[in-house]
């Protein structure tokens, strides 16, 4: 009983913990993620364009979003944070959870960072869905609507947005990355800065 109150009664009796895995948003790995971040964020933006110029037959850069540029960006970081969170919230309440959402301080180059998590156990396909979830739906989308919209100012938001949400889920990409090789029956407890995950008792 002690046990099952110190795991969660949400993990059934014939699991036991295995181990406990941590996001460092510090040192080389903050850096590393950064640096595959911008690169993600370079190579959606000139793809969404590329794509557009070939369907287009001629190649054209963002709108010059002049005066407001700053609010502008804002408000697409904004709400594809909104976006993102909220999907990974859907999932875990898909299967089964009850989502949280929070900010938290991550780092001298990341000051914050933005999370949805929830304590309810996850098999680990479930799992990958949630992790994978925001780049696989949000990032067409924005394409998408990018690549054909006919406004400039849409065009160049909608692909701002994509590329937006591309970098910004590297974390995702890296924690299903970590428990891709995890079997099947692998149960995960998301938590803020990272997850456990418990096997089947031998």
């Known amino acids: 009983m002690k046990n099952d109150m110190e795991r969660g009664q949400s993990i059934p009796d014939d699991y036991q913990l295995a181990g406990r895995w941590l996001l460092s948003l510090k040192g080389w790995t903050l850096v590393v993620l950064l640096v595959i971040g911008a690169a993600i964020f370079g190579l959606t ?16 850069g963002p709108a010059n979003l002049g005066e407001f540029f700053i609010p502008l960006v804002l408000g697409v970081f904004v709400a ?12 875990f309440r898909v ?22 998590t929830s304590g309810a156990p996850v098999l680990r396909n479930q799992y990958l869905l949630v992790m994978l979830g925001p780049f696989l739906l949000l990032t067409p989308v924005f394409l998408l609507t990018g690549i054909l919209a006919n406004t400039e100012l849409v065009i160049t938001l909608a692909i701002l ?23 099947r029956e692998t149960l995960y407890e998301d938590t803020e800065n990272g997850f456990n995950w418990y096997v089947p008792s031998i």
Request: aromatic share 10%.
């Open 161 to 183: 947005a994509a590329a937006m949400n591309a970098s910004g889920s590297v974390g995702d990409l890296f924690m299903a990355w970590k428990i891709r090789r995890h079997s």
């Open 80 to 91: 594809h944070i909104v976006l993102h969170e909220g999907v990974h919230g859907a999932l």
């Open 95 to 116: 299967f089964g959870g009850k989502p949280r959402f929070g900010v938290k301080v991550a780092g001298r180059f990341l000051p914050v960072a933005f999370y949805a």
């Open 45 to 60: 933006m000139v793809l969404g364009l590329t794509i557009r110029g070939l369907l287009r037959g001629y190649l054209e």
